[in-house]
């Protein structure tokens, strides 16, 4: 019940291309849902984040669309460049609590 | 842009000693949280802390981990007696209460030898 999975664990993109990936989580109390970004030797930094009252959230050019229904809710990262090559985590938490479940991670790999 | 700082950036250490991470959260933040992960592996909660006193601490976070805030500023994670499957990336991470985003630190590499 506490988990969130995320794939695909890795994925490779052409510049300009469109970046998704997944994550589903079974606790319908997560009410709130961030992607992290990591580079190698850094912490996570927060990217984007979606509460369910919303079903979708654009910043720039990245992208969180939500559905509550199925559970599930996705990053895409438009016109991909070699700079976002990085590990993309999602997280979920919930209200009475500030602890995040991660998901695995995808590594993105974006080629020039 | 404020910063989460985390001392030192790699340990390493004999199994069985004592280890103290540090960390400077961001000044007005008032939650703090360690998190650790295992290379190549998913970022898992340790424990939160507010207001002086844990407010969650996951099942990994038993009685050989310790987490002080011994001043205004610094904020310690101790591990007692480490094991080789301390070995880890730990990062310390702090919020506003406002918002339930995170900062985290860059993190302290972990090795048990």
């Known amino acids: 019940q506490q988990q969130v999975k995320q794939s695909p664990q890795s994925l490779i993109v052409q510049k300009g291309g469109i970046s998704i990936i997944n994550c589903a989580y079974e606790?319908?109390?997560?009410?709130?849902f961030p992607w992290y970004q990591q580079f190698p030797g850094k912490g996570p930094a927060l990217l984007i984040a979606?509460?369910?009252?919303?079903s979708e959230k654009k910043e720039g050019r990245f992208t969180i669309s939500f559905n509550k229904s199925a559970k599930q809710f996705s990053l895409h990262i438009m016109d991909s460049q070699p700079g976002d090559s990085a590990t993309y985590f999602c997280?979920?938490?919930?209200?009475?609590?500030?602890?995040?479940?991660f998901g695995t991670g995808t590594r993105l790999k974006v080629l020039a | 842009e404020p910063e989460v700082t985390q001392t030192p950036s790699h340990q390493v250490t004999q199994m069985g000693q004592e280890v103290i991470l540090r960390c400077v959260p961001i000044?007005?933040?008032?939650?703090f949280y360690w998190y650790r992960q295992i290379l190549g592996q998913k970022v898992e909660f340790l424990v939160s802390?507010?207001?002086?006193?844990?407010?969650?601490k996951s099942e990994i976070f038993d009685d050989q981990f310790s987490v002080e805030r011994p001043d205004g500023s610094n904020f310690t994670l101790k591990i007692r007696s480490t094991k080789l499957e301390d070995s880890a990336m730990y990062f310390c991470?702090?919020?506003?209460?406002?918002?339930?985003?995170?900062?985290f630190g860059s993190g302290t590499r972990l090795t048990v030898v």
């Open positions: 979606i509460r369910p009252d919303v």
């Open positions: 991470a702090s919020s506003d209460l406002t918002d339930y985003g995170y900062t």
């Open positions: 000044s007005n933040h008032l939650y």
């Open positions: 606790n319908t109390a997560f009410d709130y």
């Open positions: 802390f507010y207001n002086n006193e844990i407010s969650e």
């Open positions: 997280a979920a938490s919930y209200s009475g609590t500030y602890k995040y479940i």
